[in-house]
């Protein structure tokens, strides 16, 4: 049997997203910024995409700008805001997203700014309390938190951390890549200044990204070139990527309920067969609420087979990933599993569902680990 569980790793695209972007190569040949009718052709395509994109946001066309990938809207965000609007310090978390933690260290070495970890609790979380008093200052602050963990799948309150951030006028960047599309976020009602996400994590495409950039923020380019993306982003613009983008998050803004219900009644399901055989697993990450239901972070004992837990699967044909998954391959201490403190005696292994996956999946699964522990 072959069982796909790495799908916070990437995801299959959804055929609809794949037919479109194969007729737009097809199709639209023209570049962009030209400005005869090919070029107006794909010009329509990028700012269809938008609108769209935009409006399951409720962010306005302005303030949306595609990029190459996440990595590439979270370093623009962090470096820019630095260098734009005068942010002297940055509270963050230890739990961050590599592309985020490497983006402070990197604003750190060039700028005069401070940055100030928040301590989160042995699930991930963070306490809003201690946000609040290190609110209290009188500098110019970006908030930059993740709203769903890619490892562990602990989420934050999105909407009492905006609420801290507006009282205290901070800036918000909130990297949205594991819970945009499957996870409401109206940006109408909950203020961000910066959010980030990525083709490739809601069943598009790899190699395209999204930022928001609240109109209210007057950040200026990081990708210095011809100036595209009205000035923003410049490099002629992956077309097919960008509505395969569009058509992603369309397909699973149109089927949130679809897939948080499969995804969760699946989740339910193996958590229940890992009990029933009595196996000494444990989670990682928020299990109760404030979770991304399609991740599941194990925590299991070491021994000869587990310590190549992985590998053991692979040869089962299940698909799944030790720490990191962006790093896969490469197996490294996962910076999130030694923020939560995770026993050091344990191995980890996460599963990330999808609603292609079926109880059955689950239950091979489940047996298979049963043998490797
Ligand atoms: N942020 C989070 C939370 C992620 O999970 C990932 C990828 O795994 C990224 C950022 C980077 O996204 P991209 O692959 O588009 O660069």
């Known amino acids: 049997m072959k069982v796909y569980l790495d799908n916070a790793a990437t995801t299959p ?59 590439e809207s979270n370093n623009m965000i962090i470096h820019c805001s630095v260098r734009d609007l005068a942010v002297k310090r940055i509270i963050s978390s230890p739990t961050e997203h590599p592309c985020v933690l490497n983006s402070l260290k990197s604003v750190a070495s060039l700028f005069d700014v401070e940055i100030d970890f928040l301590k989160v609790d042995g699930r991930g979380n963070i306490n809003l309390e201690e946000l609040d008093q290190k609110l209290h200052k009188d500098t110019k602050t970006l908030v930059s938190l993740m709203h769903g963990n890619n490892e562990i799948g602990t989420m934050i309150d999105l909407q009492a951390v905006s609420d801290m951030c507006v009282k205290h006028d901070a800036l918000l960047h909130t990297d949205a890549v594991q819970s ?157 599993l030694a923020a939560i403190d995770a026993p050091q005696d344990r191995k980890t292994l996460r599963l990330s569902i999808s609603h292609h996956n079926t109880e059955e999946e689950m239950d091979y699964v489940a047996e298979k680990l049963a043998t490797l522990i």
């Open 180 to 336: 945009v599309g499957k996870y409401p976020i109206d940006l109408s009602k909950t203020k961000v200044n910066f959010l980030s996400a990525s083709g490739h994590k809601i069943y598009g495409p790899k190699g395209i990204g999204m930022m928001y950039i609240n109109n209210d923020n007057n950040i200026e380019a990081y990708i210095q070139g011809g100036g595209q993306e009205r000035k923003m982003r410049s490099g002629t613009e992956n077309v097919y990527g960008i509505a395969g983008f569009a058509e992603a998050l369309d397909w699973l803004v149109e089927n949130r309920e679809m897939h948080l219900n499969k995804v969760e009644s699946l989740r339910r399901h193996f958590k229940g067969k890992v009990a029933e055989k009595g196996l000494d697993i444990h989670y990682n990450g928020n299990q109760d609420k404030n979770y991304l239901s399609n991740i599941l972070s194990l925590c299991i004992p070491k021994s000869e087979k587990s310590d190549l837990i992985v590998f053991n699967l692979d040869i089962h044909g299940i698909c799944a990933s030790a720490g990191s998954a962006c790093s896969s391959g490469v197996e490294h201490d996962s910076h999130v």
């Open 13 to 71: 695209m959804q055929p609809q997203v794949l037919d479109l972007m194969t007729k737009v190569m097809r199709e639209t040949h023209g570049n962009p910024s030209s400005i005869h009718q090919a070029g107006r052709k794909a010009r329509t395509i990028i700012e269809d995409a938008r609108k769209r994109v935009a409006g399951h946001l409720k962010a306005s066309t302005g303030e949306i700008f595609f990029t190459s990938s996440a990595t």
